[in-house]
């Protein structure tokens, strides 16, 4: 009797020993949830931000480059206002090297390593550096420096809010995701690509976070004028059963592809550093190349938003259906294909994310025609095909297949291509990673400086 008695005093005070930390678990998770969800706001808002000065600057530049066409006397004054250009953006990353590229590595840095910044000088630098890059017409996109914005706004929250490392960690995570929600506008996507690619980790505390973090970021945007529907809202048929032979191998030649992409990238940025010159030097030649692309090929130039335009506005615009549509979407396909490796190794501040999807749907686009016009595809699934090389370009490159997806899903404001996607990101992402290929941002990590900042 007194050992049962005993036994039931030690379950008892074991029971509540275990309810004070659940209690604190609890607690703990609800603060992170509410600091997430500011985090997005004020990334969501920094991001909105910077998406609508870029697109300001974007259409300035258009207008500009279209003047000193119609009058080619302006034309050495686009090319001395290049020069400035660069010169701008060499300065910039003399005085603040973070800002460099994307800035996906430098977050997974961040997170992974700890590294301490200057957030307000990361934020003002990579802004400005992006708007003259985005006013030169530089093949690069928004998404990634919308990554790193978002994260630095979260280290703002946490140097605010005097979190410690491992919290403040957390929260960059949430805050990069928000980034990318407010840049595309597609919130799982913003946490799928926290959780798959910054964290690694889908644990439930880490997946509601970002989620809050994302819809607050999302939501922000729609506030400040973005629409709540998918960017490139297309009318579009399932492909049927019979096509699928098709998807499978577009995932693997898309797989090939990103291999390939990834692979020159890395050269690039290689001997880019083994050139022993100023930055000015390394930045100028890529912004002359691209006021030779904004004048003379202006499709090209910028992001690549006017090439999905003209890619979703139908097959006959690019007259997909015979020779000549497949050789000029062919040529298409190589010079941005190199153009947008080129800007990206520069080091100039801008992200080559959407410009990856942009040339996986220049693939798709080339393959859904072949398909089409020689092996008695209907014509009507090409836009199928454009779509599935966006979702297969990204998984290859970056190999984040969930996130390829869903994004797309979202892009689309429609649901009905989840199995064939699904079904490209799979074998997109299995062939790069049986030839024992890095993802390109855990590439570029290896390539960060390994000393503390």
């Excluded at 890395?266 to 550093?273: E, P, T, V, Y």
């Excluded at 199928?384 to 404001?413: D, H, K, Q, S």
Aim: charged share 15%.
């Amino acid at each position: 009797m007194i050992c049962q008695f005993f036994r039931k005093v030690l379950q008892y005070v074991k029971m509540k020993n275990l309810e004070i930390p659940l209690k604190a678990a609890k607690k703990i998770k609800y603060r992170l949830i509410v600091e997430a969800f500011t985090v997005g706001i004020v990334g969501g808002l920094i991001a909105t931000a910077y998406k609508y000065a870029l697109a300001a600057l974007k259409n300035a530049s258009h207008g500009l480059y279209a003047a000193a066409r119609e009058r080619p006397a302006f034309i050495p004054l686009v090319f001395a206002a290049l020069i400035l250009l660069a010169l701008g953006v060499a300065y910039i990353l003399k005085t603040e090297p973070w800002v460099k590229g994307g800035g996906v590595p430098q977050v997974k840095a961040q997170i992974e390593s700890g590294y301490k910044v200057n957030f307000i000088k990361v934020i003002v630098c990579k802004f400005l550096g992006g708007a003259l890059a985005t006013f030169a017409g530089l093949a690069l996109g928004r998404e990634g420096p919308s990554i790193q914005l978002g994260a630095e706004s979260a280290d703002g929250c946490a140097v605010l809010l005097k979190r410690g490392d491992n919290e403040k960690r957390f929260l960059l995570t949430c805050g990069a995701g928000a980034g990318l929600a407010a840049a595309f506008n597609a919130p799982l996507a913003g946490a799928l690509i926290a959780l798959e690619e910054l964290r690694k980790d889908f644990n439930p505390s880490t997946l509601l976070s970002a989620l809050a973090a994302s819809v607050s970021a999302t939501a922000v945007a729609n506030l400040l004028g973005g629409s709540v529907h998918g960017a490139f809202s297309l009318q579009t048929q399932s492909l049927p059963l019979a096509a699928y032979g098709f998807v499978v191998i577009a995932g693997i030649v898309l797989g090939f592809a990103g291999l390939a992409y990834n692979f020159l990238l890395l050269k690039s940025i290689d001997a880019q550093k083994r050139l022993k010159m100023p930055i000015f030097f390394k930045v100028l030649p890529v912004f002359l190349i691209a006021g030779c692309v904004g004048l003379f090929i202006p499709l090209l130039a910028y992001d690549g938003h006017d090439i999905l335009a003209e890619l979703f506005s139908g097959a006959e615009t690019m007259r997909f259906l015979n020779a000549e549509g497949l050789g000029a979407i062919g040529l298409i396909l190589l010079i941005q294909f190199v153009f947008s490796i080129l800007c990206f190794s520069s080091g100039t501040p801008g992200g080559n994310f959407f410009p990856v999807m942009v040339t996986g749907a220049l693939i798709g686009a080339f393959l859904g025609a072949f398909f089409s016009r020689f092996l008695g595809m209907d014509a009507a699934f090409v836009i199928n095909f454009t779509l599935l090389g966006m979702v297969g370009a990204l998984t290859a490159v970056v190999r984040v297949p969930i996130t390829a997806v869903v994004l797309c899903l979202e892009l689309t404001n429609s649901f009905s291509h989840m199995l064939p996607f699904v079904l490209a990101a799979l074998l997109a992402y299995l062939i790069p990673d049986l030839l024992n290929g890095l993802p390109i941002y855990d590439s570029l990590l290896l390539r960060l400086p390994t000393q503390d900042r």
